[in-house]
């Protein structure tokens, strides 16, 4: 069974600073991972995904995140936040068959002060 | 060019009536997926529909079933409604040839009162 666990339901960052959240991920079979972002009352947006190529991926908005096999984690960030990054952020793992359904996580909503 | 549209946006009915959610896939995309987001919680697979037959179904009861059109869109339909049911429904379309990406519409906010 694959699953996620995103630590940190909320992150609170100032504006121009390190935004840093965190998925670590189990799977009994090499996965794909994403990040989504969903703003209010809307869907899900997908923000970048790692798919066996390259550890570290980039996204969009600045966004990225490294896939790290040893310590299960597929953290995302970027390096300094904007008041347009507040929303909620979804870690998600499927099966490398294109058809395995995502798994989520919780979800962490990040807000930005100015 | 449109990409997942889903109606109503929103939807309120009262416990043991029945819904029916809609959904049209991104033009080129013929498979559809249903995801059900409860309030603080991540989305949870429901069913995927490909050529018109469900492929795959998470751990949702039988109350929760689907059908998928000719051309490709679908529904979602939930009888018995709960009080627990209550949330937004997700609907995401992929094609046969990308299938790591998935495009979500804006889902319906589904109220059981």
């Known amino acids: 069974a694959q699953s996620v666990t995103q630590l940190g339901s909320h992150v609170s960052v100032s504006e121009g600073a390190l935004v840093l959240l965190r998925c670590n991920y189990s799977?009994?079979?090499?996965?794909?991972l994403f990040w989504y972002v969903q703003y209010p009352n809307q869907g899900l947006q997908l923000l970048l995904k790692?798919?066996?190529?390259?550890?570290l991926v980039k996204g969009i908005n600045g966004f990225e995140a490294e896939f790290k096999k040893s310590e299960t984690s597929f953290h995302l960030t970027k390096p300094s936040a904007h008041m347009s990054d507040a929303a909620e952020y979804f870690c998600?793992?499927?099966?490398?068959?294109?058809?395995?359904?995502?798994?989520f996580g919780k979800g962490t909503r990040l807000s930005v002060i100015a | 060019d449109a990409g997942v549209t889903q109606s109503p946006t929103h939807l309120i009915k009262t416990r043991g009536q029945q819904v029916t959610l809609r959904c049209s896939p991104k033009?080129?995309?013929?498979?559809v997926s249903w995801y059900q987001q409860a309030l603080g919680q991540g989305p949870q697979f429901i069913f995927q529909?490909?050529?018109?037959?469900?492929?795959q179904r998470g751990n949702f009861p039988d109350r929760f079933s689907g059908h998928q059109f000719p051309n490709y869109s679908s529904e979602l339909n939930v009888n018995a409604l709960l009080l627990g049911d209550s949330a937004l429904y997700l609907c995401?379309?992929?094609?046969?040839?990308?299938?790591?990406?998935?495009?979500f519409g804006s889902g319906t906010q589904l109220s059981v009162l």
């Open positions: 995401a379309s992929k094609d046969r040839v990308n299938n790591e990406k998935l495009f």
């Open positions: 033009s080129g995309h013929d498979t």
């Open positions: 998600a793992v499927s099966g490398l068959s294109g058809n395995t359904p995502l798994v």
């Open positions: 529909y490909y050529e018109e037959e469900e492929r």
């Open positions: 799977s009994s079979v090499p996965p794909y």
């Open positions: 790692y798919t066996s190529a390259a550890t």
